[in-house]
């Protein structure tokens, strides 16, 4: 399982974490022209975070209740960005096609 190392806040104190985690899918790009029948939004994969530790290797978030979907949202955000398995980049890709 992919861990990464990530700075949270706890308490108002930063921290550096290891978030374990699985990606489940994998981004399909969606259809943002044409006529509104085929028209379809993007869908991204999904990440399960299994298990947040301190540099210590204890565990130090239950991850049932914590952490807050903001928190979570931007985890997911910073662990989608570097779980590149295919080599597919959506911005990119927007970009290139945005400039045609």
């Keep these: ?13 930063e921290v550096e974490v290891y978030v374990e985690y699985e990606i489940s899918g994998k981004y399909i790009p969606g259809n943002i022209s044409g006529p509104p029948e085929k028209c379809y939004p993007a869908e ?4 399960d975070i299994i298990s947040v530790r301190n ?3 204890e565990e130090i978030l ?27 980049d959506p911005d990119r890709a ?4 945005a400039d045609k």
Excluded at 94 to 97: G, M, Q
């Design 94 to 97: 927007y970009e290139e096609w």
């Design 44 to 47: 991204y994969p999904e990440i």
């Design 62 to 88: 239950d991850t049932k209740v914590w952490p807050t979907r903001a928190d979570r949202e931007l985890w997911e955000e910073q662990m989608l960005a570097r779980a590149d398995d295919d080599g597919f």
């Design 1 to 13: 399982m992919p861990t990464d190392e990530l700075t949270i806040e706890i308490d108002g104190e």
């Design 55 to 57: 540099e210590d290797d």
